[in-house]
């Protein structure tokens, strides 16, 4: 059993964290910080939790956070930059929602994020936690960079063709479309429900903060610079990404083989059946990713479909399959929930 | 550990009834029935059941229900009255799903549903599995009528109400609203997304088959014939019930302590604190009923608001509550799930 | 051929004014104010009207709204009550969509409105813009408060029943649902597509602002005042008000011939064969109301179903109506749209 | 004025030529067939159109359509080709919004259609109703193979760039999203709400039948065979197409330039400014297709956006932008609805 703390849970992936956590058999929620809510109730905001958690929003000075095993920052970016470091010291270990410690190229994250980084020499350190690339660091790991939910389709969807080194990887295409949840919960008119209901539309296309991030996870499994033309859409569901990659094929191999092998011991990633096409819904609450591979007309054009919820795989559920590993309880602990469909 | 059937799993309530059995701790699967989809792995039609089910549908004929202990008849109207007895004669305990013992009036019944009721002699012995009112008669009973979705969610509304005889039961009004999974699986115009979303709409105001069940139910209560007006409508969601009723008050009492008191013990059905208003989706994907009760401007008609889950406390979840309390497992045992929001 | 201004242009009852008036045939749209995005194409804003209008948001300031025949405000409450008078003493004429003076008893409308109200003595000259009403009186108007949308649809299907006499005015009840758009384009969290999507919820049950001005309309029609319990919801569609409302009959009447008599020569109300369930959709875009009449199980009470459009018939629509009727154009000009299905 | 029969009218495509047909200036319905609904009053099956149009479905046999000038054939594939060759020769101008007449190679089309060809003499007679591509042909025509809704947005998008020869055309990609209306109002399990609703997925990716269509449309323009993925997804709104393009540039020109000139005559598309995202309800209920044109990071991959009304331009707009011209009316008349938003 250990203590956990969540700094800044008024958001949708601070919500997921106590569904989950409030579930997890090893996990006691020793405190959840929201300066703007502190003294209320956590399920006066989130009357979905009523019964399941019982906690008061803290105000993050009088938190003891220094209590807990391990942090959750399910803040905006620029705050666990902030305050990692005297929590490591501590001896506590981190877990970041956010995007703070997910680029290596501290240049290139405060050209993309707009801010200049507090703690840069933490950025080398921080292990990047797709466990099905990074299980073993993230064992060891004190400060983990959660990733991002497009990244996390994206680059589940293209590791057994890149590693394999079977396809073009100058020009790689993620067309990636989000359910407005990944837009978090704050209040913007593009988001209502009048405007994003029965509506589609692209956005970010000249360049959008997850691109770097693909970019940089894609060339260290190519072992070299990738080349990735990256468009992001909002799709009128709630949770759910969907990432459609198209690459040029440049060795003939069985692509059924090569996905269902590499993942065969993953216990969150699913290759369905050849000709499958993955619904989102197939995933809706759970950690799975599934994936399908296609070569239309048997040309040279390979096609595959990754689906996520956002919010779990996407967000606070790899974050806790992250956890599992950090504290060496079974990887799938308290994360097996079946999908909820319809 | 019990060995449990499923006759007829193809359709909403079925996959529901999957996806929490499979998660259930004393519960094993042995047989899910299709006549049509007979030989066809379950993960096939829901693919969200991947890596949580290993099983096939099967021909009832072949099924062997025989070696179970409780069979769930999650199939149309009509199906469990002919197969119920024999069961039952073998030892097997049955749930119906469907509304084939809900009605103890036969000939009501029979006009309601348009058919000839196959074993009237059961309708007497069946026990109206609405655990709130009958939990004693259903821990003995070998056959349980499964509540209807409307009438759970009206009756557990209603029923503090007409059990303290403070309100005029003879103009009742339940002003109900469904989401589309209410309707089924089937493949029909009127539940189209294209029809359906984006769209609000009465119907079966002249009548409606859930009408009967509620009248008898809540007379039940009031131990006199009560008069009820019940509207049900569709609305652009998937899961959910709300029910907004209407009733003259006759006596003044403390609404809110009268509700807090009635429910204080039952674990799915939750008051929430005066002033509130309980959204659909605090209840999603989980088996509880979230109630509150307002007197608007201090006037003489109280409205209760009332929400459920249409497929777990309006069905799958109350069915397995059932299964619990006719087995002796704890009433909530693999029913606790935390509700999906967003 | 009229000069109209748009005063406050920038939410949904602005751009459904812009969609409308810019295909009316006798208007010329002179102005538009937006303080906040004065200078910027109104296209920019409303891709959906490039091709159709070339106009920039102006300050009020610099808007020459003294060459407008008629302003319309489309602003929140509060503002066109201090601008009216300015205006009219002018000659210009005045539709005001907000609700400043929809409340002919001042006092109560600073209750629920939390304001002093600017020109009470405008308020008893303002003619309440529902034309099967007051259609001789909005002919001579300078000045119409254009009704909300809750209460156009509540009064259109409460009206025959109140003028013919024959029910229980002491408790009339209104359960009321309504499409997000109705909240307007504020950025709020609440009306986000991840909070109000998949979901239903009643909401103001305590008391909402649209209470006072049905109660008002209906006591009008009724000679005396009325008793009324009004219960509006939130529903996942854009557009769309369904009232369901119920009363007890106290004369036996033809309420089919009732209805269809009273709105026969409504251009804009259209009674629905007996037995029929408008749907929402079935209006869409368009300036109608539709209703159907019931009596359920023959019993004492009437169930009558009203759908419109809130952004038309229960808004911009109904003020081009207004606008039509005061100008002396034919009552239907360029409002005749049909309604988008599906 | 002319006199037009629609064939078929029961499906999406024939409400909305109903709605646009029945506001058109020029424009007098003589009939509308449906086998299943002969004898039913048009507004009982579309209730939106009470008060707009006043015509009984008829039996196809006793329908007169030899008395009208064109028909619209408004049915499922493979029913014009068997009627189109009877009302040529009797002087009647057809219109086909099915699929029958657009691929020219009839072994192709029996191959994707799965059925013989009835009248393989009139494909090559029927002129593609493209107007943006074919207009002074359509203006000749007699016979019009209405384009598919997707090929539409697709081809409009990819046009400019090849027609200027600029990019690589062994290797296009069209990723494109669909509302759920595409699938036609059959009774259907998979666009039920309920399964697609708060959904996303891809489907036909080892082929659709608008691969070929899209591929002859495109090697036409070409002069050559082009190479195209193309990769249909189903979106949970009603209506819009939203196709993003991909293709590799080989030639550095302006490309908004290119695009602003190509269409700078064409009524009904519209390009927008640099960095714009067309949403697909920014031409809701409109004959319009917007675009916009990216080169992200000033790499070598054009990314175009293109969206329609999978209704209007995808289907009964486009058809009757072909009618006007075929007749000689102004190409716009009756088809400047301005778009529906929010």
Request: glycine share 8%.
């Amino acid at each position: 059993m250990i203590n956990v703390g969540i700094v800044g849970g008024t958001g949708y992936t601070g919500v997921e964290l106590l569904r989950i956590l409030s579930q997890h058999p090893e996990v006691n929620i020793q405190a959840i910080t929201s300066r703007s809510e502190a003294g209320m109730d956590v399920t006066q905001l989130f009357t979905s939790l009523r019964g399941h958690i019982d906690l008061k929003f803290s105000d993050p000075a009088e938190s003891k956070l220094d209590k807990c095993d391990l942090i959750f920052f399910a803040t905006p970016n620029g705050i666990a930059m902030q305050q990692a470091s005297a929590l490591l010291r501590a001896g506590i270990k981190v877990i970041d929602l956010a995007a703070d410690f997910r680029i290596k190229n501290v240049t290139e994250w405060e050209k993309w994020y707009g801010m200049s980084h507090a703690s840069p020499e933490l950025v080398a350190e921080a292990v990047y936690g797709l466990p099905e690339i990074n299980r073993d660091k993230v064992k060891d790991a004190r400060l983990i960079a959660n990733p991002g939910c497009y990244p996390t389709a994206v680059q589940l969807g293209f590791l057994p063709l890149i590693e394999a080194g079977i396809v073009d990887t100058d020009r790689l295409i993620a067309d990636v479309k989000s359910g407005v949840s990944g837009a978090g919960r704050k209040a913007e008119v593009h988001t209502l429900f009048a405007e994003s209901s029965d509506n589609f539309k692209a956005y970010g296309v000249p360049g959008h903060r997850h691109l770097p991030e693909i970019r940089q996870g894609l060339s260290t499994i190519a072992g070299k610079s990738i080349g990735l033309t990256f468009v992001p859409h909002l799709t009128p569901m709630i949770r759910g990404i969907h990432a459609t990659l198209y690459a040029k094929i440049l060795k003939d191999v069985d692509l059924q083989a090569l996905y269902e092998k590499r993942y065969a011991n993953e216990p969150f990633v699913d290759i369905l059946p050849v000709g499958s096409h993955p619904e989102t819904r197939s995933v809706r609450g759970s950690n799975l990713c599934r994936i399908a591979v296609h070569r239309p007309q048997n040309g040279d054009i390979v096609v595959v479909l990754s689906v996520t919820d956002n919010l779990v795989k996407g967000a606070a559920g790899q974050a806790v399959q992250n956890m599992n590993l950090m504290f060496g309880f079974p990887e799938t602990l308290g994360i097996r929930h079946a999908p909820l469909l319809p």
